[in-house]
């Protein structure tokens, strides 16, 4: 699953007084994973951690993450010159 927003996961986590250790051992990974994630060094992660870190921030897992492929799906693809 692809993290929305870095700033909005950041936000969370301050709201719901969440340091990246906490969230970490919530969720059931690292510190330095989550640290990527609020960095924008990591952008994904499986569909079973965005769940478990939604929960943990007690929110909607539509509000971090979205599914890689509807992600792409939304993408905008450039027409290539055709020559005459």
Same mark, same amino acid.
């Given at each position: 699953?692809?993290?929305? +927003?870095?700033?909005?996961?950041?936000?969370?986590?301050?709201?719901?007084?969440? &340091?990246?250790?906490?969230?970490?051992?919530?969720?059931?990974? &690292?510190?330095?994973?989550? +640290? /990527? =994630?609020?960095?924008? /060094?990591?952008? &994904?992660?499986?569909?079973?951690? $965005?769940?478990? #870190? !939604?929960? $943990? =921030?007690?929110?909607?897992?539509?509000?971090?993450?979205?599914?890689?492929?509807?992600? !792409? +799906?939304?993408? #905008?693809?450039?027409?290539?010159?055709?020559?005459?």
């Amino acid at each position: 699953m692809r993290l929305t +927003s870095q700033d909005t996961l950041r936000a969370l986590m301050k709201q719901r007084g969440f &340091s990246m250790d906490r969230l970490g051992r919530y969720a059931g990974c &690292s510190k330095s994973f989550i +640290s /990527h =994630l609020c960095s924008g /060094h990591k952008k &994904s992660c499986t569909n079973e951690l $965005a769940v478990r #870190i !939604a929960e $943990a =921030l007690e929110v909607p897992i539509e509000l971090l993450f979205v599914n890689e492929q509807s992600a !792409a +799906s939304g993408r #905008i693809i450039r027409s290539q010159k055709v020559p005459a």
